[in-house]
């Protein structure tokens, strides 16, 4: 009885415990219009703009330094797949020449250099 008193506890607590240790800048909203991915604890947001693909990488609301960072974009569409390399812009990471993009497609982030980790993260195209 005493145990399931205390475990019923420990859930209450950790409800409270788990929204305040994740503070407010490390929400999953999109900030640009895109759709939001987390890797790590990282929030990556892609933007589809025509032909091109912008990501913005943030960590707890901080915006990253895209210079130092090197990434790849993986399309699934249908059984098309391609690859384009991210280049380094003032805010995020771009990647041209896209093309075929079509509802559900898969677009795979794959990124490196920033504080030796590599960030995966997976979008469905809407």
């Known amino acids: ?3 399931n008193r205390l475990i ?6 950790a409800g409270f415990i788990t929204p305040a240790l994740a503070g407010p800048n490390h929400d999953l909203k999109p900030k640009h219009g895109g759709i939001v991915a ?5 929030t990556l947001e892609l933007v589809v703009l025509g032909d ?4 913005y990488i943030s960590d707890h609301g901080k915006a990253l ?11 699934l569409s ?3 797949k391609t690859e384009h390399n991210f280049a380094p812009a003032e805010q995020y990471l771009a990647a041209t ?3 075929n993009l079509t509802k559900g497609s898969i677009l795979v982030a794959t990124i490196t250099g920033y504080q030796g980790k590599t960030l ?3 979008f469905v195209y809407k």
Do not use: C, F, P, Y
């Open 97 to 99: 020449g896209i093309a």
């Open 1 to 3: 009885m005493k145990i």
């Open 78 to 80: 249908g059984s098309v």
């Open 52 to 55: 091109q693909v912008h990501l």
């Open 38 to 42: 987390e890797s790590r604890d990282v």
């Open 65 to 75: 330094n895209m210079k130092e960072l090197i990434g790849k974009l993986t399309i």
């Open 8 to 13: 019923s506890v420990l859930i209450i607590a």
């Open 120 to 122: 995966n993260a997976r």
